[in-house]
């Protein structure tokens, strides 16, 4: 009814570049902010980066000016431009959303997580 599909992850070396983009689907009423998560093997899952509705972003320190989050609201998509990787980047990304659709006359509120994309940065 409502899912987010994650895409873009994939094996790149240290230094390069990689584009994640998650597009949310179904009859949506509404979303706020999105976000990317992300978990490495062993660790517990961190913020990434955030945007909300109107363009405003937050970062996590070790990845500011290295990784720009952007949407594009009329295609209820949001992408995680990754430069300049360094293998600690290296986790499954998650994209987070919440947003809102209408079952019936019921407006249901959802906490909406994609299935996960590997990133590897490896040489």
């Known amino acids: 009814q409502v899912h987010l599909v994650e895409s873009g992850g994939g094996l790149v070396q240290p230094g390069g570049s990689l584009r994640l983009s998650c597009a949310a689907s179904g009859s949506i009423s509404r979303v706020s902010t999105m976000a990317w998560y992300r978990q490495a093997p062993g660790l517990q899952r961190e913020l990434v980066a955030a945007?909300?509705?109107?363009?405003?972003?937050n970062y996590t320190d070790s990845v500011k000016g290295r990784f720009t989050i952007s949407r594009d609201n009329a295609k209820n998509t949001v992408y995680l431009q990754m430069n300049s990787l360094k293998p600690e980047d290296t986790a499954v990304y998650y994209c987070?959303?919440?947003?809102?659709?209408?079952?019936?006359?019921?407006?249901?509120?959802?906490?909406?997580w994609g299935q996960g994309t590997l990133v590897t940065v490896s040489s």
């Open positions: 945007i909300t509705s109107g363009g405003d972003t």
């Open positions: 987070n959303a919440g947003l809102s659709y209408y079952s019936g006359r019921k407006e249901i509120l959802l906490d909406a």
